[in-house]
């Protein structure tokens, strides 16, 4: 392994640096104001670099962070003059030669599978929309080569529209930082509840019953766009009731919280998903319950939203599965007609258009690693982490993750906020979309499900996940057990000032593509 220290130097030129133009970056302006705000780890060794559902300066104040955005003295500002000057001169490298030094290890030249492998093991993929530019001109540059190697020169020709994103990247600043071993506790959590027997696929809609109940698979995607997959994650399936926060998001994005809940409450119902029964108010209890969901749907009026959360990841649609859901859907008729007698619909909705609407969106088909970028949407703000897209207001997010939180696992809600404590909505499908705020977003898929409707191996696995990490809503109360902390480096330790991290660090024996 080689490290480049933090010298005083090497500190002014990256301070200085990172005020160049956000070049190649999807969703930023390049502005200095926009690249001064690349900021430094905390003291408690969390990573500011991502964006947060916080305005800055109230995130600074939470997490301890030092930001380049605050006004500098004159000193400071003679210091930055005098490093741009040395760097102009060629007395100091740039960070695209940092870089280059840090992954050749020494060696004249990079072979392009060497850094691609480099940039898999921080969790970063070569498809990753914001590293398009980067990816096309490796791609032409490696073909003038007859070796397929990059030297400095034409390294920093390939990496330098993208040099903010990677220089993040290598210096493990996202918010994962020791992104290969929290993919290998993944992993093992993966196997442990693969081993799992037990529960029935759904048939009451005869196409699920179709799918194979060995099938499993997880995926993630982190605020900041690092991906984890494992198992059947490229097999589609229907997102079933999984879809109902994500409708319910587009609506409140669309008409406002006040708006959307004239026609629905906010209340676990303490009632079966299907059930014929409404509030006090004559209203449904939530949007997570089929009769809220079927009123949402007739709130919303676009489907480009789905691509745009799922960064224009694969989602299709099934027409089976529409076609078998209307066929055999007497109690969501029998619902509407009710929802309709009681005036729950806005005027002039048209029932049975609504209806045929709500079984289409059900129908609606994803992978685990397209709707894993759907869930870390939500946990990003509303911003699609690999395209940088605002999607969602702030206001629909908290909101949708407030509801997924109460009233999202079925008549298991209850359980599941206590003993997991994070947002998560499952679908009869066997999927379980899982929201780690301002961290990441996972979905689960296995058919078999339990007795409650939820799947068998994703309650295990959400479970086993808040039991190794920190991810509870109340785990970072004051004096409570210490668990795995993966937004820190080294996990669990405290990153002292005496022990900052070097300039770059990359380990090629521990490089892995997580696929």
């Given at each position: 392994m080689l490290h480049f220290r933090s010298t005083v130097?090497?500190?002014?030129?990256?301070?200085?640096?990172?005020?160049?133009?956000?070049?190649?970056?999807?969703?930023?302006?390049?502005?200095?104001?926009?690249?001064?705000?690349?900021?430094?780890?905390?003291?408690?060794?969390?990573?500011?670099?991502?964006?947060?559902a916080f305005p800055p300066q109230h995130f600074a104040r939470r997490h301890g962070v030092r930001s380049f955005c605050s006004k500098s003295d004159s000193h400071n500002e003679t210091a930055k003059d005098s490093t741009e000057k040395r760097r102009k001169?060629?007395?100091?490298?740039?960070?695209?030669?940092?870089?280059?030094?840090?992954i050749a290890e020494g060696q004249e030249k990079i072979p392009a599978h060497k850094f691609t492998t480099a940039l898999k093991a921080t969790g970063l993929r070569t498809g990753d929309p914001r590293l398009k530019e980067c990816m096309e001109m490796l791609k032409v540059t490696v073909k003038t080569t007859s070796d397929g190697a990059l030297d400095r020169h034409l390294f920093k020709k390939c990496v330098q529209s993208n040099i903010v994103l990677l220089t993040q990247a290598f210096?493990?600043?996202?918010?994962?930082?020791?992104?290969?071993?929290?993919?290998?506790?993944?992993?093992?959590?993966?196997?442990?509840?693969?081993?799992?027997?037990?529960?029935?696929?759904a048939d009451y809609i005869p196409q699920l019953a179709r799918f194979s109940p060995?099938?499993?698979?997880?995926?993630?995607?982190?605020?900041?766009?690092?991906?984890?997959?494992?198992?059947?994650?490229?097999?589609?399936?229907?997102?079933?009731?999984?879809?109902?926060p994500l409708k319910y998001a587009?609506?409140?994005?669309?008409?406002?919280?006040?708006?959307?809940?004239?026609?629905?409450?906010?209340?676990?119902?303490?009632?079966?998903?299907?059930?014929?029964?409404?509030?006090?108010?004559?209203?449904?209890h939530n949007?997570?319950?089929?009769?809220?969901?079927?009123?949402?749907?007739?709130l919303i009026k676009v489907m480009n939203f789905m691509n745009k959360l799922a960064g224009n990841e694969y989602v299709g649609f099934s027409n089976a599965t529409f076609q078998s859901e209307r066929e055999s859907g007497d109690r969501n008729f029998a619902i509407g007609y009710y929802l309709k007698e009681k005036k729950c619909f806005p005027e002039g909705t048209d029932m049975t258009s609504i209806l045929d609407f709500y079984f289409q969106l059900c129908s609606i088909e994803v992978t685990c690693e397209s709707a894993s970028v759907m869930a870390a949407t939500l946990a990003n703000g509303g911003f699609c982490p690999i395209t940088g897209e605002r999607v969602l207001s702030p206001e629909s997010v908290r909101d949708t993750l407030s509801l997924m939180h109460s009233c999202g696992m079925y008549d298991f809600s209850g359980q599941f906020a206590f003993h997991v404590g994070l947002p998560a909505k499952s679908g009869v499908a066997g999927g379980?979309?899982?929201?780690?705020?301002?961290?990441?977003?996972?979905?689960?898929?296995?058919?078999?499900?339990?007795?409650?409707?939820?799947?068998?191996?994703?309650?295990?696995?959400c479970t086993d996940l808040v039991s190794l990490c920190n991810f509870h809503n109340y785990d970072n109360l004051r004096h409570f057990a210490k668990k795995l902390d993966p937004r820190r480096e080294g996990g669990d330790q405290r990153v002292s000032p005496s022990n900052m991290l070097p300039f770059f660090s990359f380990s090629p024996s521990s490089s892995s593509s997580s696929s």
């Open positions: 130097a090497l500190k002014e030129l990256f301070q200085t640096q990172l005020k160049r133009p956000l070049t190649g970056r999807v969703g930023v302006k390049a502005t200095p104001a926009t690249a001064a705000c690349f900021s430094t780890r905390s003291l408690d060794g969390r990573s500011p670099g991502r964006r947060s001169a060629g007395i100091l490298p740039s960070l695209e030669d940092l870089l280059f030094y840090t210096r493990k600043k996202f918010v994962i930082p020791d992104f290969q071993s929290f993919c290998a506790h993944m992993d093992e959590l993966y196997v442990k509840a693969k081993n799992m027997s037990g529960g029935q696929v060995d099938l499993w698979a997880v995926a993630l995607c982190t605020v900041d766009g690092q991906r984890h997959t494992v198992g059947d994650t490229k097999v589609p399936f229907c997102l079933q009731s999984c879809v109902k587009i609506a409140v994005h669309d008409h406002g919280t006040e708006y959307v809940h004239r026609f629905i409450g906010k209340e676990p119902s303490g009632l079966r998903f299907n059930k014929l029964f409404l509030n006090e108010e004559d209203k449904p949007p997570m319950v089929n009769a809220g969901a079927i009123v949402c749907t007739s379980i979309l899982l929201v780690v705020p301002n961290v990441m977003g996972i979905m689960c898929w296995s058919p078999p499900l339990d007795k409650l409707g939820n799947s068998v191996r994703g309650i295990q696995f």
